[in-house]
T-cell receptor
Framework: AQSVTQLGSHVSVSEGALVLLRCNYSSSVPPYLFWYVQYPNQGLQLLLKYTSAATLVKGINGFEAEFKKSETSFHLTKPSAHMSDAAEYFCAVSASIGNEKLTFGTGTRLTIIP | DGGITQSPKYLFRKEGQNVTLSCEQN?????MYWYRQDPGQGLRLIYY???????QKGDIAEGYSVSREKKESFPLTVTSAQKNPTAFYLC??????????FGDGTRLSIL
């Protein structure tokens, strides 16, 4: 069984500052990991995915995440926050890349301070 | 443009009434999914279908039903047995070995 823990339901950063959103996972098999972003009243958009090819994954909008097996973590970062980054972010895990059992974390709402 | 269309965007249900949420995709994806989203709880899987005429229960299937008569369509019915139906419902689809793509959701409220 897989599970995901996102530390911090709300994160606030100043515009131009580093964004760090935390995700820890639990999986009985080598995991596939995803970060999705959700803007208000919209669906989820894929930011990036980890599929065991490389531990540092680059995604859209300047985001990246690093898979650390020893820490069971997949934290999302962006060097410089932009106002348009304000949204809710979800980390998710599955046992295979297209697998039906996509387990989501509870989400982190990111606020950007002007 | 290819994508997933959910309708309606907002839906209201009276007590004891069944309602059906529509999900249509033109991405030629084999698999389709329904999730429920509640504040602070993330997304939870209701039902999924990997092929036409076949579907499986997810983690919170009680009070819901689905059908998959066509590859493009995966409607979700919220029955009167679902005692707390107020939520944001998201439909997704995927090809084999590819991440899931999401629609823009339907917000269901109780009158």
């Amino acid at each position: 069984a897989q599970s995901v823990t996102q530390l911090g339901s709300h994160v606030s950063v100043s515009e131009g500052a580093l964004v760090l959103l935390r995700c820890n996972y639990s999986s009985s098999v080598p995991p596939y990991l995803f970060w999705y972003v959700q803007y208000p009243n919209q669906g989820l958009q894929l930011l990036l995915k980890y599929t065991s090819a490389a531990t540092l994954v680059k995604g859209i909008n300047g985001f990246e995440a690093e898979f650390k097996k020893s820490e069971t973590s997949f934290h999302l970062t962006k060097p410089s926050a932009h106002m348009s980054d304000a949204a809710e972010y979800f980390c998710a895990v599955s046992a295979s890349i297209g697998n039906e059992k996509l387990t989501f974390g509870t989400g982190t709402r990111l606020t950007i301070i002007p | 443009d290819g994508g997933i269309t959910q309708s309606p965007k907002y839906l209201f249900r009276k007590e004891g009434q069944n309602v059906t949420l529509s999900c249509e995709q033109n991405l030629n994806h084999d698999a389709m999914y329904w999730y429920r989203q509640d504040p602070g709880q993330g997304l939870r899987l209701i039902y999924y279908s990997q092929i036409v005429n076949d579907f499986q229960k997810g983690d919170i299937a009680e009070g819901y039903s689905v059908s998959r008569e066509k590859k493009e369509s995966f409607p979700l019915t919220v029955t009167s047995a679902q005692k707390n139906p107020t939520a944001f419902y998201l439909c997704a689809s995927s090809m084999a070995f590819q991440p899931q793509h999401f629609g823009d959701g339907t917000r269901l409220s109780i009158l």
